[in-house]
């Protein structure tokens, strides 16, 4: 499977954006997909997963109530909704997929896209 994430941009302090990753996948109903994340000089971390069925979710502590993730099996593709944005959730945003379950560890996702950035100005 190959991943590639679009929607990336800057937008103001409080405003929504949606992330997409389309996959190049024929049985892309059989991975669970994720959002991560990475800002200059931190490391990469958990933002939000859901199962391949789309009836399980995670969410990072610092992104609930705010983001949501979906899928849309037919159209091979997962989107991270993000709203309320602030200036601390500017980063690069990948996507991965894995296939033995859902799972908040990046090293549970066996394949990532090439991310899409995020910027959000106060």
């Known amino acids: 499977v190959q991943l590639v994430e679009s929607g990336g941009g800057v937008v103001q302090a409080g405003g929504s954006l949606r992330v997409s990753c389309a996959a190049t996948?024929?049985?892309?109903?059989?991975?669970?997909m994720a959002w991560f994340r990475q800002a200059p000089g931190k490391e990469r971390e958990f933002v939000a997963a859901?199962?391949?069925?789309?009836?399980?979710?995670y969410y990072s502590d610092t992104v609930k109530g705010r983001f949501t993730i979906s899928r849309d099996n037919r159209k091979n593709t997962v989107y991270l909704q993000m709203n309320n944005l602030k200036p601390e959730d500017t980063a690069l945003y990948y996507c991965a997929a894995g296939s033995i379950g859902i799972s908040t560890d990046s090293n549970e996702y066996a394949t990532w896209g090439q991310g899409t950035q995020v910027t959000v100005s106060s």
């Open positions: 859901l199962s391949r069925r789309g009836n399980i979710s």
């Open positions: 996948a024929r049985l892309f109903s059989w991975y669970d």
